[in-house]
């Protein structure tokens, strides 16, 4: 619920002008400036002087009127299109530390060019300690299948939702799958 609020007061103060989303001609409502999950939070403004004060403004009035603290040291701040100088510095005005990409959100990778195979393994890897074979040799057949269908595709439908994801990948993960309904070690 609080943090239901915090997205009303970037509302309010983006249709006031004090704060400016980003790709207006895109979005309505003046751009985006907020995509939230329950406690992770993104908030998205323009890089001028003005819209980093104002955010700063409204997060410290969000922390005093909610009596939540927000932590400026484990948050960081990615900026695109600015001068390595420039990013610091508006940074440094957010008591943050300065991001780079690729970062993960929500546990899907986030970039600013393209992703690489390399980007996206460790989305896979992470399937795979779900599914060790070893898992799977005290579940029944049926109960293997279900559990591929039901929570492990269900993890690469959420990936692949965002990206498409490359051959060797799809082989990959069909192999740790396979490996898992079969309940084999090593090769087999």
Known sequence: MVVDALAVILDKAKSAGHIH???PHLVGGGGV?????ADDTIIMVEGSAFDIANLKFLLLCFQQMSGLTI?????????????????????????CRLGT?????????????????????????RMQHRVEPWKGRW???????????????????FLMS???LHETLHQEIAKYQSRFFWAGEGDK
Do not use: C, H
Not at 71 to 95: C, H, T, W
Not at 101 to 124: K, Q, W
């Open 162 to 164: 965002f990206y498409s």
């Open 101 to 125: 990409f690729p970062t993960t959100y929500l546990g899907i990778p986030i970039s600013d060019s393209r992703l690489t195979v390399a980007d996206l393994r460790p989305t896979v890897t």
């Open 139 to 157: 579940l029944s057949k049926a109960a293997r299948v279900i559990l591929i269908n039901s929570s492990l595709a269900s993890l690469l439908w």
């Open 33 to 37: 400036s907020l995509l939230q999950y």
């Open 71 to 95: 932590n400026f040291d484990k948050s960081e701040v990615m900026i695109l299109g600015y001068p390595p100088e420039e990013a610091q510095a508006i940074a440094d005005r957010l008591n």
């Open 21 to 23: 989303g980003l790709v």
